[in-house]
């Protein structure tokens, strides 16, 4: 089926680091979430997109709606040792009158001191 | 209220029990999902219901069991399970008809023995 695919898998950085991740999509979304999800736990919504090419921002975290539609884009300025998880990307697809969502493959952020 | 709540967070269970997995949202949201998440995987949808209504399974096994009481609860009837649905299962909810965010609940650690 359907999946997004987010680059890149994992990455270790230094606290104090700007981070950059991406997740794209063979197909259009109208709307595009971002997760953040810590061990065990469920995710936690950070930024919601509606409208290409928009630019969100949720305190040290920004995120933008790719122009085509196609793609969409998190970074996380000056990361702390708390932003360590693993963040999904997600798109919606209708069902009927029921929405599910498309989940990304995920990108692992471990941050050293 | 903004949450929403998942009990038991860890169950233990033989092949040959019957349990229950319980949750909650008191949002007024009116969809309501159940995933299955591996480790390191992406939340995989198992369920959806919209108006407390079945409207999407995803091709789940039949000891796999959902159920909708009400428009704030929704379990989850789990019989004759197998090792490899060990798992956690996480429920999210969303306002029916509205923005597609989800919001997940802190999810249930499944071990099936």
Not at chain 1, 73 to 83: E, Q, T
Not at chain 2, 49 to 77: A, D, G, M, T
Not at chain 2, 84 to 93: K, M, N, Q, T, V
């Amino acid at each position: 089926g359907q999946q997004l695919n987010q680059s890149p898998q994992s990455m270790f950085i230094q606290e104090g680091e700007d981070v950059s991740m991406n997740c794209t999509s063979s197909s259009i979304f109208n709307t595009w979430l971002w997760y953040k999800q810590d061990p065990g736990e469920g995710p936690v919504l950070l930024i919601a997109l509606y409208k290409a090419g928009e630019l969100t921002s949720n305190g040290r975290l920004t995120a933008q709606f790719g122009i085509t539609r196609k793609d969409s884009f998190l970074n996380i300025s000056a990361s702390i040792p708390s932003d360590v998880g693993i963040y999904f990307c997600a798109g919606p697809r209708f069902a009927g009158t029921a929405s599910k969502l498309t989940f990304g493959t995920g990108t692992r952020l471990q941050v050293t001191l | 209220d903004t949450e929403v709540t998942q009990t038991p967070k860890h169950l233990v269970m033989g092949m040959t029990n019957k349990k229950s997995l319980k949750c909650e949202q008191h949002m007024g949201h009116r969809a309501m999902y159940w995933y299955k998440q591996k480790a390191k995987k992406p939340p995989e949808l198992m369920f959806v219901y919209s108006y407390e209504k079945l409207s999407i399974n995803e091709s789940v096994p039949s000891r796999f069991s959902p159920e909708c009481p009400n428009s704030s609860l929704l379990n989850l009837h789990l019989h004759a399970l197998q090792p490899e649905d060990s798992a956690l299962y996480l429920c999210a909810s969303r306002i029916a008809g509205g923005p597609n965010e989800q919001f997940f609940g802190p999810g249930t650690r499944l071990t099936v023995l």
